[in-house]
C-alpha cells in the first residue's frame, strides 16, 4: 500500500507498477505501509484488496472515542520533522519518539529551515536533550537541499515515515531526497505563524538509492495510543534505563520511595521537560485504559 485516500488506495504491485484499488466491504481498513492480497477487477483498472497482511508494528493514536486508529504500518524509521517556524512543541516531538521505541523502529529528529538563521535557545536545549539521550538529531534546510547525506544514509534500505506539526517543511524534504517535486507544499500563515495542512494523505515515495519514505499529514498534537499505561516509561529511553534502579519493579516514577528516575531529574541527568512530558502521557494512557 503507497497511498491512502479515504476509500481509495493506491498499490505498488510486484513487478513495481502501480494500480489504484478499493476495498471489499467495510471491515478492512489497510493504511500506507500494509502488505495486501488483491485481485484485478475485469474490465477495471483498479484492483480489489481482499485482505491486509499482518502487520510487523503500527503507528497509532487514539481517536476522540478513546479507539486506536492505526495510521501507518510496519515501518523500520520515524523521523520526526520539527523547526522555529512554525513554533515548536517538543511534547509533541516526545511522544513520536516514544511511538517510535513502543514500535521499535529506529528514531531520528531533523530540525529544518537552518536557513533562517541560528535555532532558538529553547530549540537548542531541546536538540542536545536528544542527543544526549542518544537519538540522531540532523539539522537541515529543505529550502537549500542542504545537508541530505546523512538522512538519505539513515533512511538507505529502510521503509521511514516523516511526522510532525504541519509547516514544518515534511513534504519539501521529501521532494529534496526524491530530487523532484511531487509532493504539494505552502508556506507557514504569516498571520497566525501556524502551518497550512497541505498534506492530507499519507503516501509513500521510493528513495533513488534505496529505501521508502511516508509523508504524513501535520498535527496540531500526537499522542500514541498506549493500551498499557506502563509501556510509557519503556518508550522514553533514559527514564526505562534509570528505572531499573528503583526500588519497586512497578514503580511510575511519581510519588513512590526511592525512586532513581525522581533521583536523575532531580540532579538533572534526566530533563525536567523529558519527565514533565512522561507525567503527561502517563496520565493520558491511564485516562484512556479506563474509557
Known sequence: MIATFGRR?????????????????RRLEPVCGDLVDA????????WMI????????????PDLRGRIEVLAANLDALIVVTADLPSPDWFIVDRYLCAAELMRA????????????????????????YRAIGYPTLRMSALEGTPLEAL????????????????????SLINRLIERSVLPTAAVSAKRREGRHTTVSSVQVALPHGGAVIDSPGVRDYAPAVTDPADVAHGYREIAEAARGCRFANCRHLREPQCEVKARVATGSISARRYESYKRLLALGERLSRA
Not at 39 to 46: F, G, Q, T
Open 50 to 61: 481482499v485482505a491486509v497482511l499482518p502487520r510487523e508494528n503500527e503507528l497509532t493514536r
Open 9 to 25: 488506495f493506491a498499490l505498488a504491485l510486484a513487478d513495481g507498477s502501480e494500480v489504484p484499488a478499493r476495498v471489499k466491504g
Open 106 to 129: 529506529a528514531p531520528a529528529v531533523v530540525f529544518n529551515k537552518i536557513d533562517l538563521g541560528k535555532p532558538q535557545a529553547s530549540s537548542e536545549r531541546a536538540l542536545e536533550e
Open 152 to 171: 538519505l544514509a539513515f533512511l538507505e534500505g529502510r521503509r521511514g515515515i516523516f511526522v510532525g506539526q504541519s509547516g514544518v517543511g515534511k513534504s
Open 39 to 46: 485481485v484485478p477487477l475485469p474490465n477495471e483498472p483498479d
